[in-house]
Structures are given as structure tokens and as C-alpha cells.
């Protein structure tokens, strides 16, 4: 399901998008330092916000025990509510102790073409191997 709306100069739109994680290529790193790995990421974007992104991702911790950290950037380009144009979404995500935080914001002053001004928030929702996205945003 997608959807939109608008509140006081926001707007909220949601739909659901893909993603392909390429595989880990090494970072140089502190010689008794934890490793770092980098990804390089793909991802189609689907309903209000429609169109593909490219980014990398750097990754450092244990995953597989639920402790880890990754940064990553990435760069939209397509539409959004109708508007043309393309963006930088920053990513920060952090696992420890059974939880998890995530923040995904648009990077200031990315926006290109009839996004330029473009901020805002997206939530990223996992469940069953589907992706969903809830983006709040405003123009500056």
C-alpha cells in the first residue's frame, strides 16, 4: 500500500522499495583494529517516491551476534509526489543489546532539479524480506 498526505508544510508519503547489498570489500584499518568492511548498494524506490539510488555503506562489528554499527550515503534520483529531481539520504544504524536504532535523513542542500530545498526524515520498515519506506519531508 502507498500512500501521501500533507500536514503544515509537511509531507508524508510511503511505498515500498528494494535493495541489493553487494558483497564486503575491506577498508584499510588500524592493524589491531576491528575490521571495516564497505558495500556498495542498490536500491528501487516504488510509489510516491519512484525511482533508483546508488550508495556505499561502511560496516564495522559483529552482525551475526546483533552488535554493529554502519554509516552509509546514498544518491536518489526520480520523483517524488510528482516532483523531479534527486537527493543524498545519510544513514547511520546501530545494533547492541537486542535493539536497534536507525536514522535516515536527506543530506542539506542535495536536492536537485525540482527538489532543490528538499529535507526531511525516511523510515525504513523490514518484515519478511520486504522493505517499506515512511518519508516525512518539507522544502527549506
Given at each position: 500500500m502507498q500512500s501521501s498526505s500533507q500536514a503544515s508544510g509537511q509531507f508524508f508519503v510511503?511505498?515500498?522499495f528494494t535493495v541489493t547489498i553487494g558483497?564486503?570489500?575491506?577498508?584499510?584499518?588500524?592493524?589491531?583494529?576491528?575490521?571495516?568492511?564497505?558495500?556498495?548498494?542498490?536500491k528501487q524506490y516504488h510509489g510516491p517516491l519512484q525511482g533508483d539510488s546508488q550508495g556505499e555503506m561502511l560496516t564495522a562489528?559483529?552482525?551475526a551476534e546483533?552488535?554493529?554499527?554502519?554509516?552509509?550515503?546514498?544518491?536518489?534520483?526520480g520523483t517524488l509526489d510528482g516532483r523531479t529531481g534527486g537527493f543524498a539520504l545519510a544513514h547511520f544504524g546501530q545494533m547492541h543489546a537486542g535493539g536497534e536504532t536507525l536514522s535516515v535523513n536527506v543530506v542539506p542542500g542535495s536536492g536537485t532539479g525540482e527538489l532543490s530545498g528538499l529535507m526531511g526524515e525516511l523510515k525504513i520498515q523490514r518484515e519478511s524480506g520486504?522493505?517499506?519506506?515512511?518519508?516525512t519531508y518539507w522544502f527549506s
Open positions: 510511503s511505498g515500498d558483497p564486503p570489500s575491506a577498508v584499510v584499518s588500524a592493524t589491531s583494529g576491528p575490521a571495516i568492511g564497505r558495500h556498495v548498494l542498490v562489528g559483529r552482525p546483533g552488535e554493529a554499527s554502519y554509516v552509509a550515503i546514498e544518491s536518489v534520483q520486504k522493505h517499506r519506506y515512511a518519508f
